[in-house]
């Protein structure tokens, strides 16, 4: 069955961007006389109020950086607001080749690189997952989510891909489980992402577990939250597709990725581990208590210049502002970049589109009212994701506008930055239609 008649067959991480807003104002700001032919690289004077934003965090020792983007279908390079250093006193600036860890950001990227093999026959859309993992046949589920591991009964369906993209497989998640399943989870070291080599509270140490591989299998032992295809809950699933795509490529999954997206994008910043000749690039990842900032994972030692033990898929990735901006890039292009054939359009559109099963419920979730693609947000003509350190990336196809917001702090509803960046976008918009009105 072809791409388009799938998608349409059936389709503490709560400070996610509001796309909608975001996306409202650039709406608006497409036809101002400060939207696309007035950009210079940094456009600080046109955001006077998203500038001053960002300057309040700064300026006040809240955070080291804080850094927008925003580009225009496929201008080269996209333009800045804000920036900061790479560590609170300490003189570096930021700019768009620091490196950011961009958490569930990843999982936009896994979900493209999903969407290859769908398009290349390799994988489908509604194809279940015990036919590329054996182990995931016969699933248990929750009675109770919070209830005993022993209180299940059957699924009712299979898993497959649809679900996985769209966090409505069942599976539980290492940062959202409660009860015993959490415990179960770090016991058989179910992890999707690192932090940091200290200790930090809400984080106990777990011993990931050795492969990719291994990760999988014991993940299919333990039971789903909820029956796959009822509910929308953030997962695991992302994570789980890092191995569903090894075995149907034949390549492991960060070399799959460098192949297929990394390089045909040029992307050249975009890491499960940060090579060593690169740390003096990454940023220092903050913890936020009580309104002060102390680090938590400091960039000349972090824990991603380790290598992975996991290549988590959902939540991994340490990138570049530079590089992010390319996938979105070649996302806005339908697929190509430069020339470029990265993947097909079809694949773009079927993977930026709503593929919630029609069954899911998404009463009382984050995306309550929208819709959810390949590993992102779907809402109108908007795709993408937030990370847990505070950043966020998303393109919106009618406006031809592809947007980041780069920082590093956690848990990232420490500070409202990002309700107060749609507020002072307002303003800044109001402050445009007024010279434009006067200008008529």
């Avoid at 390079?77 to 950001?105: C, F, Q, W």
């Avoid at 194809?127 to 209830?147: K, S, T, Y």
Wanted: with cysteine.
């Amino acid at each position: 069955m072809p791409l388009h008649d799938l998608a349409h067959a059936q389709v503490s991480r709560r400070s996610l961007l509001r796309y909608s807003a975001l996306f409202a104002g650039g709406a608006a700001l497409s036809g101002l006389p400060f939207g696309r032919a007035a950009f210079a690289h940094d456009v600080s004077e046109n955001w006077a109020n998203v500038a001053a934003m960002a300057d309040k965090y700064v300026s006040q020792r809240k955070l080291a950086n804080l850094l927008l983007t925003f580009g225009w279908d496929q201008q080269p390079h996209a333009h800045s607001v804000g920036g900061g250093t790479l560590a609170l006193g300490k003189p570096t600036p930021v700019d768009e080749n620091s490196l950011y860890r961009i958490y569930s950001m990843s999982k936009p990227i896994t979900g493209m690189a999903t969407m290859i093999l769908i398009d290349e026959g390799k994988l489908g859309l509604d194809q279940p997952v015990h036919e590329i993992l054996p182990a995931f046949r016969d699933m248990q589920v929750l009675v109770n989510p919070e209830g005993s591991l022993d209180d299940t009964v059957p699924a009712d369906k299979p898993i497959t891909i649809r679900m996985l993209l769209t966090h409505t497989a069942g599976l539980g998640y290492q940062i959202m489980n409660k009860g015993p399943l959490a415990k179960a989870y770090n016991e058989a070291g179910l992890v999707g992402g690192r932090v940091s080599r200290l200790p930090i509270p809400g984080f106990p140490p777990v011993t990931p577990a050795p492969d990719l591989a291994a990760w999988a299998d014991r993940l299919a032992e333990l039971p789903l939250v909820h029956q796959p295809a009822t509910k929308w809950a953030y997962s695991c699933s992302i994570d789980l597709l890092g191995r569903v795509i090894e075995v149907a490529s034949g390549i492991e999954f960060e070399a799959f990725l460098k192949k297929r997206i990394f390089e045909p994008c040029g992307m050249t910043s975009t890491w499960m581990q940060v090579p060593a000749s690169e740390a003096h690039r990454l940023t220092d990842n903050y913890g936020i208590l009580g309104g002060n900032a102390f680090p938590i994972d400091p960039g000349p030692n972090s824990v991603f210049l380790d290598p992975a033990e996991i290549p988590a898929g959902g939540g991994g990735l340490v990138s570049s502002p530079k590089d992010y901006d390319r996938f979105l890039r070649m996302l806005l292009g339908y697929g190509r970049i430069d020339g470029k054939f990265v993947m097909s359009e079809e694949a773009v559109r079927v993977g930026t589109s709503n593929l919630l099963p029609a069954s899911v419920d998404t009463s009382g979730s984050w995306i309550e009212g929208e819709g959810h693609g390949a590993g992102g947000r779907s809402k109108g003509a908007s795709f993408g994701w937030g990370g847990a350190a505070g950043t966020l990336g998303a393109v919106d196809f009618d406006l031809g506008l592809r947007a980041c917001l780069w920082t590093q702090y956690m848990p990232a509803e420490a500070y409202p930055i990002r309700d107060e960046f749609m507020a002072a976008m307002d303003k800044d918009l109001a402050v445009m239609r007024a010279k434009k009105k006067a200008a008529a």
